[in-house]
Nanobody, 119 residues
Framework: QVQLAESGGDLVQPGGSLRLSCAAS????????MAWYRQAPGKEREWVAT???????NYADSVKGRFTISRDDAKNTVYLQMNTLKPVDTAMYYC?????????????WGQGTQVTVSS
């Protein structure tokens, strides 16, 4: 079955950096779009970044120029490099993939990893 496992969240000071990882299993990773979302306390989950199967990327305006999404198909892993972190980046970060499996459209989420930006 599809499994997504995030790691790398931590407490970091404003201006610092973190790299999140999402290890995927149970599907043909290289063929699927991968994305990162985040959810701050009391707020809706919001899209952060996407990388497609050929490596093209898109970013939310709030993180453009600070975050970089990438994928390593040999390791079935997607990364989110976060630089110049701000307190507003504090959230639970989730890995996501969605698409067609056996003719059905499905959406999968990891369990999340907590990022806290605070001095």
């Amino acid at each position: 079955q599809v499994q997504l496992a995030e790691s790398g969240g931590d407490l970091v000071q404003p201006g610092g950096s973190l790299r999140l990882s999402c290890a995927a299993s149970g599907f043909a990773f290289s063929s699927y779009v991968m994305a990162w979302y985040r959810q701050a306390p009391g707020k809706e989950r919001e899209w952060v970044a996407t990388v497609n199967s050929v490596g093209s990327t898109n970013y939310a305006d709030s993180v453009k120029g600070r975050f970089t999404i990438s994928r390593d198909d040999a390791k079935n892993t997607v990364y989110l490099q976060m630089n110049t972190l701000k307190p507003v980046d504090t959230a639970m970060y989730y890995c996501n993939t969605e698409g067609f499996w056996s003719g059905l459209y499905r959406i999968y989420w990891g369990q999340g990893t907590q990022v806290t930006v605070s001095s």
